[in-house]
């Protein structure tokens, strides 16, 4: 069974700086997609990064990044020059491409609090 | 991108009434939907796979007669929380596929 692990609760990141939020997963399928949302206390789910298990480049999104290490199976979101509107929870999510139907499966999430 | 929409986007009811969300592709059809409930400062949690035409597949532990899903048009997926109890107070988000994943805005229901 897929799974995905966000083992840090809450971060904390001083404004104009970078900050990682991570994430690991686990499957047996060869092939899948790793996403990461957005969440702020609206509730909307926004739509940030995707990486593909074949990709061979780590995808970028503007001040987005992700680092995708597939044999370590973890892969980590980089926000650079955090914003104060960059406070929400953001979660890691994994999609079995043949299996399961194309449901996602989301982490724990992660509550970014940017200071100004 | 594709919009989906929710509505109600809160509701209050009380308990041991039955109350129902709809979860609409505004400019695409969906043949699959997804709903997934999330209680305060947790994950999202995936509830069924709603399939056009067919019977909902749930997930383990979401109860079937409670949780009844319909989705009777490529645009639109209901979820009927049946007999609501205040444990059932949650976060309810449908989503909608095609080729990628669509979220609708979420709908608050709380249960006196």
């Known amino acids: 069974a897929q799974k995905i692990t966000q083992t840090q609760p809450g971060m904390f990141v001083q404004e104009k700086e970078a900050v990682t939020l991570d994430c690991t997963y686990d499957?047996?399928?060869?092939?899948?997609?790793l996403f990461w949302y957005k969440q702020p206390s609206s509730g909307e789910m926004i739509f940030l990064i995707y990486?593909?298990?074949?990709?061979?480049q780590n995808a970028t999104e503007g001040r987005y990044s992700l680092n995708f290490q597939k044999a370590r199976k973890s892969a980590n979101l980089v926000i650079s020059a955090s914003q104060l509107g960059d406070s929400a929870m953001y979660f890691c999510?994994?999609?079995?491409?043949?299996?399961?139907?194309?449901?996602?499966?989301f982490g724990q999430g992660t509550e970014l609090s940017v200071k100004p | 991108g594709a919009v989906v929409s929710q509505h109600p986007s809160w509701v209050i009811c009380k308990s041991g009434t039955s109350v129902k969300i709809e979860c609409r592709s505004l400019?695409?059809?969906?043949?699959?939907m997804f709903w997934y409930r999330q209680f305060p400062k947790q994950s999202l949690m995936l509830m069924a796979t709603?399939?056009?035409?067919?019977?909902?597949?749930?997930e383990q532990g979401v109860e079937k007669d409670k949780f009844l899903i319909n989705h009777a048009s490529l645009t639109l997926s209901t979820l009927t929380v049946t007999s609501a109890h205040p444990e059932d107070s949650s976060f309810y988000i449908c989503?909608?596929?095609?080729?990628?994943?669509?979220f609708g805005p979420g709908t608050r229901l709380t249960v006196t």
């Open positions: 990486q593909g298990s074949y990709d061979e």
């Open positions: 709603s399939n056009e035409g067919s019977k909902a597949t749930y």
């Open positions: 499957t047996s399928d060869q092939s899948y997609g």
């Open positions: 400019d695409f059809q969906a043949t699959t």
């Open positions: 989503s909608a596929i095609i080729h990628e994943q669509y």
């Open positions: 999510a994994m999609r079995e491409i043949y299996n399961q139907g194309g449901k996602l499966i």
